[in-house]
C-alpha cells in the first residue's frame, strides 16, 4: 500500500485538459513543499516533470502544471497530447525517516 | 552528456547478495546527494536510501534497513547499494537517482531477480 493515493487511471481526449489527485497527509504533503510529479513511459526511467509543487525542470513543456491544497497536490497537463499518454507517480518528502514517499501511480490514457 | 548508468543486476538466490553500482558522467557528481529507488514488476515507484554528496548522512527505508548499504567514491563517480539477505519480495528494478527533495535525473535501471 503506497504513502500516498492517487486514483489509479485517468483519461482525456487529444488537446483536452486532465488533472490527477495526490492526498497524502500532515507529515508528507501537507507538511513540506516539496511535492513532485513523475512520468513514466513503458519500460522506461521515470521523468521529473514538477518539483517542489509548481516547479517545472528545463525542458518539461508548459502545459504541465502542479499545485497544493492541505494535504492534497495536484498534476494538471493542458492541451493533452498522444505522448502524454504514460503512468504519472507522485512523490513527497517526509522527513528523514521516510525521506521520498510516492503514490501508487495513475494510468493516463489519451483518447 | 549528463547521465546515470546502472549495473550489477541479475538473478540471486533467496539469502544470497548482490552489489549494484551506478556511475555517474557529465557533471560534478560530487555536489549531489543522491538516492536508491525501486519498482517491482507491475507495481510502483519505491524510495530505498539516501546518500548525501559528502556521505556524511544517510538514510534507509525500513523495509531495507538492516540489510541494504548505500556508499559512494566521488572519487570515481560512483554510487553502490550492497543488498544482503535478500528476499522473493526484494525482486524489482533499481533505479539511481540525483537530487535533495527530488529526483532531477535517473538511471535507466537495472533488474535484480531472487528467486530459487
Known amino acids: 500500500q503506497s504513502a500516498l493515493t492517487q486514483p489509479p487511471s485517468a483519461s482525456g481526449s487529444l488537446g483536452q485538459s486532465i488533472t490527477i489527485s495526490c492526498t497524502g497527509t500532515?507529515?508528507?504533503?501537507?507538511?513540506?513543499?516539496?511535492v513532485s510529479w513523475y512520468q513514466q513511459h513503458p519500460g522506461k526511467a521515470p521523468k521529473l516533470m514538477i518539483y517542489?509543487?509548481?516547479k517545472r525542470p528545463s525542458g518539461v513543456p508548459d502545459r504541465f502544471s502542479g499545485s497544493k491544497s492541505g494535504n492534497t497536490a495536484s498534476l494538471t497537463v493542458s492541451g493533452l497530447q498522444a505522448e502524454d499518454e504514460a503512468d504519472y507517480y507522485c512523490s513527497s518528502y517526509a522527513g528523514s525517516n521516510k525521506y521520498w514517499v510516492f503514490g501508487g501511480g495513475t494510468k493516463l490514457t489519451v483518447l | 552528456e549528463v547521465q546515470l548508468v546502472e549495473s550489477g543486476g541479475g538473478l540471486v538466490q533467496p539469502g544470497g547478495s548482490l552489489r549494484l553500482s551506478c556511475a555517474a558522467s557529465g557533471f560534478t557528481f560530487n555536489v549531489y546527494n543522491m538516492n536508491w529507488v525501486r519498482q517491482a514488476p507491475g507495481k510502483g515507484l519505491e524510495w530505498l536510501s539516501y546518500i548525501s554528496s559528502g556521505s556524511v548522512t544517510i538514510y534507509y527505508a525500513d523495509s531495507v534497513k538492516g540489510r541494504f548499504t548505500v556508499s559512494r567514491d566521488n572519487a570515481k563517480n560512483s554510487l553502490y547499494l550492497q543488498m544482503d539477505s535478500l528476499r522473493a519480495e526484494d525482486t524489482a528494478v533499481y533505479y539511481c537517482a540525483r537530487g535533495y527533495r527530488s529526483g532531477d535525473l535517473w538511471g535507466q535501471g537495472t533488474l535484480v531477480t531472487v528467486s530459487s
Open positions: 500532515s507529515s508528507d504533503v501537507g507538511g513540506y513543499n516539496y
Open positions: 517542489e509543487v509548481n
